[in-house]
């Protein structure tokens, strides 16, 4: 019962990091229309900043808070570079592809390549036990804080002007631009917001999983997975697909350790299969 239990909670705890991670993609994705393969590279610098803010000052919260809001300069910049070379798709694609290398090596050049992790909070750091049953504080506190996030964001979204403005543009762009929404202005603001939540989950996974050289290519692959069965622009769809993406890879590794992360190809493969634009998604 208690294997059963730790993988379940081991799925859920990075399926909530993952919807840190992809919440901001898919939110990018509905109203840019535009693929931001740096969005792992957002990640695994915001794990590097969290790494030397730690060491400097010892305080989890400052490196959480500092690795969003660099993060979120970095985002500025990448979209000013967007707005440069136009909307053509493949344009976007290919400099944002380039700046992933540029952001890798430079990664490497300053932090080196040895694997690493953003230590611990200390009063996160050992074992939460309950029913005489234990597991890692740090984990849940993972997954209860990704729960009151998704719930903020929901309401956010549902229940504010903010969120009809951005639901309006991911609907329909040309619509919303007809009634006297400035798109480039809401794609600005949920830019900048995506890469400030890749640079928090980049703090956040950096303390669980760790940051390595090529982490960003990894995580990058697991937020366009989730997008895809979450369906594009939904938040509850990254939720699901996130949850959906993190306790099949978990349960995958553990039963069937031949296929790998093969697993969570074949749950997007065959959630394209039955609908194209994802479990939450609309077309466009």
Partial sequence: MSYWLTQTLNGLSFGMLLFFLASGLTLTLGVMRVTNLTHGSFYLVGAYIALDVMQSFNSFFAAAVLAAVIIAVMGAIVFGLLQVVGTDHLRETLLTFGLVFIVADLALMHWGGDPTAVAKPRFLSGPFDFGGYSYPAYRLFIIA??????????LIQRKTLIGATVRAVVDDVEMAGGIGLNSKLIGLATFLVGAALAGLSGSLGGAMVGAH????????????????????????????????????????????????????????????????????????
């Fill in 213 to 284: 050289p090529g982490a960003d290519i990894e995580v990058l692959l697991y937020a366009l997975v989730v997008v895809i069965i979450g369906g594009m622009g939904s938040l509850t769809g990254s939720l699901v697909g996130a949850l959906l993406v993190g306790l099949i890879d978990t349960f995958g590794r553990a039963l069937v350790p031949e296929l790998g992360a093969s697993l969570m190809f074949l749950l997007m493969v065959g959630t394209l299969i039955v609908r194209p634009t994802g479990l939450f998604g609309t077309k466009s």
């Fill in 145 to 154: 804080l990704g729960a009151a996030v998704a719930i903020a964001m929901e």
